[in-house]
């Protein structure tokens, strides 16, 4: 059973850093995609970051240029480096894994059809 626990979440000024911790285990050596993703209030979860067991990664436009994730295979570890943090990244970040379908070249940024494993979130704040 997959089991991923975020850390690193906090409160932080506008144009500060963070970087998010996701501990996997229980993943499976076949290929599969891990991710960040984000859940402001009042509004839709959406896609921040996917990358392949591979590394082939894939950002979404908001967070281009600013956030950098990895994947350090032998700790089974996902990380998300977050800089020049904004207002509007304020949200709880989830973590999410399932496996690669063999056709996928990327993993795709739709929370929707990550159907597979989540971590229970970790709150990013940002303070103007």
């Known amino acids: 059973q997959v089991q991923l626990v975020e850390s690193g979440g906090g409160s932080v000024q506008a144009g500060g850093s963070l970087r998010l911790s996701c501990a996997a285990s229980?993943?499976?050596?076949?290929?599969?995609?891990m991710g960040w993703f984000r859940q402001a209030s009042g509004k839709e979860r959406e896609g921040v970051v996917t990358?392949?067991?591979?590394?082939?990664?894939k950002y979404a436009e908001s967070v281009k240029d600013r956030f950098t994730v990895s994947l350090d295979n032998f700790k089974n570890t996902l990380y998300l480096q977050m800089n020049s943090l904004k207002p509007e990244d304020a949200a709880m970040y989830y973590c999410?894994?399932?496996?690669?379908?063999?056709?996928?070249?990327?993993?795709?940024?739709?929370?929707?059809?990550?159907?597979?494993?989540w971590g229970q979130g970790t709150q990013v704040t940002i303070s103007s």
């Open positions: 990358i392949t067991s591979g590394g082939r990664t």
């Open positions: 999410a894994a399932r496996r690669r379908l063999s056709y996928e070249y990327e993993c795709p940024l739709a929370p929707g059809v990550w159907n597979s494993y």
């Open positions: 229980g993943m499976p050596n076949s290929m599969y995609c």
